[in-house]
């Protein structure tokens, strides 16, 4: 008599991220360690649905309900606004799909990974002031209103205060996390404020950027970023005096 048993075939894994920029290497680099580490756990038959949300809150909510329609067993997740986020996240969390917050804090998340941007950016403009010998006009470049953000100039201003002949002259300015904002932004500061210094961006983006209005305007001032995420062709290196360096892979692993 023959029997025949059913083989016992293992589901594929599958896993939803939505990150803020596709264009960033940061987020590249996320994404793809991520993919990595899946593979490394539940084999090569996982599958990654990827999506960027370009800090656009509704976008990323429609991200999330995505994955849910598409039967996702975890989703990972860089907040585009950790408290506006919230309740589509815990409303995943009880319909049963835990969610990974990464590099940006989300409320209701099942876990949270994240590095101290605060200390990062201290870091960073602990670096700056120092370079430009604790006196001069500072201006801070922002970003998106993310946790990972807020935190990086908050530091950077903690650092700054202990210098009382710094004057940082804005820090307000929205670089918007890119190469374009950082150009645009950098371009208006020196039309608004005479004798720049230094300058803090909130990534590396932003920086590069900062970098191309400092040149076009011939200017000598420094630009301190966090991130560190090297690219081909980079030459902001010989104008930046500080790349902190926050890995995204050690974020995801």
Not at 186 to 194: E, F, G, I, P
């Amino acid at each position: 008599m023959l029997l025949c048993l059913p083989l016992q075939v293992q589901a594929t894994i599958t896993a939803g991220v939505s990150v803020s920029d596709l264009n960033n290497p940061y987020f590249v680099t996320m994404v793809r360690t991520i993919r990595d580490e899946m593979t490394a756990v539940f084999g090569r038959d996982t599958r990654l649905l990827v999506r960027s949300s370009a800090y656009d809150h509704p976008r990323q909510v429609r991200h999330l309900k995505e994955f849910e329609a598409e039967a996702v067993d975890m989703i990972f997740v860089v907040a585009s606004d950790e408290h506006k986020i919230g309740p589509t996240v815990k409303q995943v969390v009880k319909d049963g799909t835990p969610v990974f917050a990464i590099d940006v804090r989300a409320d209701g998340a099942t876990a949270t990974v994240t590095t101290d941007n605060i200390q990062a950016g201290r870091i960073a403009c602990e670096g700056l002031a120092k370079a430009i010998g604790g006196t001069g006009n500072v201006v801070i470049i922002n970003g998106p209103q993310v946790s990972s953000v807020i935190e990086r100039v908050q530091g950077c201003k903690s650092a700054l205060g202990k210098y009382p002949a710094l004057s940082m002259v804005d820090d307000s300015l929205n670089g918007t996390a890119s190469v374009e904002g950082g150009l645009e932004t950098m371009a208006y500061a020196l039309q608004v404020y005479d004798d720049i210094a230094g300058v803090f961006t909130i990534n590396d983006r932003t920086a590069l950027g900062a970098e191309q209005a400092l040149l076009q305007a011939n200017s000598p001032a420094l630009i301190v970023s966090v991130d560190a995420v090297q690219q081909p062709n980079w030459r902001f290196q010989k104008v930046i005096g500080t790349g902190l360096g926050v890995q995204p892979s050690f974020l995801t692993k």
